[in-house]
T-cell receptor, first 117, second 114 residues
Framework: AQKVTQAQTEISVVEKEDVTLDCVYE???????LFWYKQPPSGELVFLIR??????QNEISGRYSWNFQKSTSSFNFTITASQVVDSAVYFC??????????????FGKGTKLTVNP | DSGVTQTPKHLITATGQRVTLRCSPR?????VYWYQQSLDQGLQFLIQ???????AKGNILERFSAQQFPDLHSELNLSSLELGDSALYFC?????????????FGNGTRLTVT
């Protein structure tokens, strides 16, 4: 079965610092999708990015960037010049094909990021 | 706004009771997923429906059941509630039951069992 490991349970940084959230995954599928979600204190799950297993190009969106390395089964997320509003729990997730032939998401345990002013 | 609507937002009930959580998927989406988020277990997949039929089952207790109606909204029924069922329950929807597009989640229903 698929597995997602986010080894960092909690990270605390000071505003303007760069921070990287690690995600390591295990899968037997040749085609899969990787995701990052943000859960702010208000509780909703906010989609950040989806990456196809065939696309190993790094992606940058504003202060956010993602490093996908298939060789190490990692999909790390970096926030540059962190801000207090970035404080949230961040989840990495992996698609898994179910026995019924559909797909579901398997989530890591999440990393709680606190950005202090 | 993800387009996925969950009601109610909060629910407080006593042990032994039964509750129903409702989810309306995004317009055009045929598949609905239910997830439970608790402090100890994290985000756990419960069940998936596609166009009215159960497609996949995860860590869903026998006391829990779900269904998807012809108008595609879904309900998650939780019965004989225990303290440990207190959690945030999320619904998500996708077009065809495949994760080939971002899986958007509703804002969740926070269930507190006292």
């Amino acid at each position: 079965a698929q597995k997602v490991t986010q080894a960092q349970t909690e990270i605390s940084v000071v505003e303007k610092e760069d921070v990287t959230l690690d995600c390591v995954y295990e899968t037997r599928d040749t085609t899969y999708y990787l995701f990052w979600y943000k859960q702010p204190p208000s509780g909703e799950l906010v989609f950040l990015i989806r990456r196809n297993s065939f696309d190993e190009q790094n992606e940058i969106s504003g202060r956010y960037s993602w490093n996908f390395q298939k060789s190490t089964s990692s999909f790390n997320f970096t926030i540059t010049a962190s801000q207090v509003v970035d404080s949230a729990v961040y989840f990495c997730a992996l698609s898994e094909v179910t026995q019924g032939g559909s797909e579901k998401l398997v989530f890591g345990k999440g990393t709680k990021l606190t950005v202090n002013p | 706004d993800s387009g996925v609507t969950q009601t109610p937002k909060h629910l407080i009930t006593a042990t032994g009771q039964r509750v129903t959580l409702r989810c309306s998927p995004r317009s055009g989406d045929l598949s609905v997923y239910w997830y439970q988020q608790s402090l100890d277990q994290g985000l756990q997949f419960l069940i998936q429906y596609y166009n009215g039929e159960e497609r996949a089952k995860g860590n869903i207790l026998e006391r829990f059941s779900a269904q998807q109606f012809p108008d595609l909204h879904s309900e998650l029924n939780l019965s004989s509630l225990e303290l440990g069922d207190s959690a945030l329950y999320f619904c998500a929807s996708s077009a065809e039951g495949f994760i080939d597009s971002p899986l958007h989640f509703g804002n969740g229903t926070r269930l507190t069992v006292t």
